[in-house]
């Protein structure tokens, strides 16, 4: 398990923003179309309803714009954008670059895949590069699975959707927000959820929601065990929006209670590497967040991954 050494330079979040397709889908709209209705899927999902619509570049373009502007600084003092995706817009370059310009950025920029843990992922590696250097680093999370999903299949249709979170990441000269994090993956598990270039997102749903809760709590439990944190001391966990009973039984398991739980997949579905900072977002920008506020959080996805990391909100 890493241990964030003493005296390294830390980060704190000086800006967000999000965005979500432009096209709203209900789920009385889907059962149009395939043999579903609005019931089921809010009893066995969560899901009311779902945003779709755009491209990864332009909603990345849209909630990273939002975070440079909240943030108050200039593009050109960025020196590195990461995002993550798992739907680029192409195989060749990483969307990432049509971002980078149209954000106005002159610094490295790269894409990353983590599936739905991918946007903890980002946060970890920003935190790196800003350990050796950089000053501020553009961390987004977009994800458009409306475009590798098959309309026709009910076990996919209904869950996954369109949206973007985006935050900018500042070097402190104290520890920062960081407490301890944890990144994971078990590639013998990849053949669970998958998609081929080219084709539709192929899923054993079952499979992936009796491991997600496991893979959730192990991967929780490591990053605040790694920080001496106990769950009574979580303010707000934010876990990927996958699932409402996936959440409820991972909550359940690690002693936090769903009132502090960030969930925003009633109207956002599974949006991938955008859900947790949607949901991270969307409570703050709720008021739901003090100075020291302890954050967890924690994400799972294809490959399967798994990822934690544990923020102290607001600190310098
Ligand atoms: O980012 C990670 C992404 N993936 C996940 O997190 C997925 C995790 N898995 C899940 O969320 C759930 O397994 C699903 C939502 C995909 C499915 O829910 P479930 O409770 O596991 O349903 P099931 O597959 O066990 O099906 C139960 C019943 C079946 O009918 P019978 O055999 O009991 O008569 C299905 O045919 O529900 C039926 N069913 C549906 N009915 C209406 C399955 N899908 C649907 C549907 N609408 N969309």
Redesign the pocket.
């Known amino acids: 398990m890493p241990i964030i050494p003493t005296g390294v330079r830390g980060a704190r979040i000086i800006g967000w923003g999000s965005a979500l397709g432009n096209k709203v889908v209900t789920n009385d709209d889907l059962a149009l179309t395939m043999?579903?209705?609005d019931e089921?899927?809010r009893e066995?999902?969560g899901i009311h309803r779902r945003s779709i619509g755009g491209t990864t570049a332009e909603l990345s373009i849209s909630s990273g714009g939002a975070a440079l502007t909240m943030a108050g600084v200039d593009p050109s003092t960025i020196d590195a954008l990461i995002l993550a995706t798992t739907t680029p817009d192409r195989s060749v370059p990483a969307s990432s670059a049509k971002v980078q310009d149209a954000l106005g950025l002159r610094c490295g920029a790269f894409d990353l895949n983590a599936?739905?843990s991918g946007f903890v992922y980002a946060l970890v590696t920003a935190h790196g590069l800003i350990a050796m250097g950089a000053q501020r680093v553009l961390v987004i999370g977009t994800d458009t699975l409306s475009r590798i999903v098959d309309w026709t299949d009910?076990?996919t249709a209904?869950?996954f959707a369109d949206g973007s979170g985006a935050m900018v990441l500042e070097a402190t000269s104290g520890l920062g927000q960081l407490m301890s994090w944890d990144l994971d993956a078990d590639g013998s598990l990849e053949e669970l959820?998958y998609c081929e270039i080219g084709s539709t997102v192929q899923?054993n749903?079952?499979e992936?929601?009796r491991r997600?809760v496991r893979i959730m709590v192990d991967s929780a439990a490591k990053t605040m065990q790694q920080a001496g944190v106990t769950a009574d001391q979580i303010a707000l966990i934010v876990p990927?929006q996958?699932?409402t009973r996936?959440i409820t039984a991972a909550c359940e398991r690690l002693g936090v209670p769903m009132e502090k739980t960030a969930l925003t997949i009633e109207f956002t579905g599974?949006t991938?590497s955008a859900s947790i900072p949607l949901a991270l977002f969307h409570a703050a920008d709720g008021g739901r967040l003090k100075q020291n506020d302890l954050v967890l959080l924690v994400g799972?996805?294809?490959g399967m991954t798994a990822a934690s990391a544990l923020l102290r909100w607001g600190a310098q």
Do not use: D, P, Q
Request: proline content about 0%.
């Open positions: 043999e579903t209705n089921w899927i066995r999902t599936a739905c009910r076990n209904i869950l959820l899923m749903g079952k992936v929601f997600a990927h996958a699932n996936i599974n991938s799972f996805g294809a």
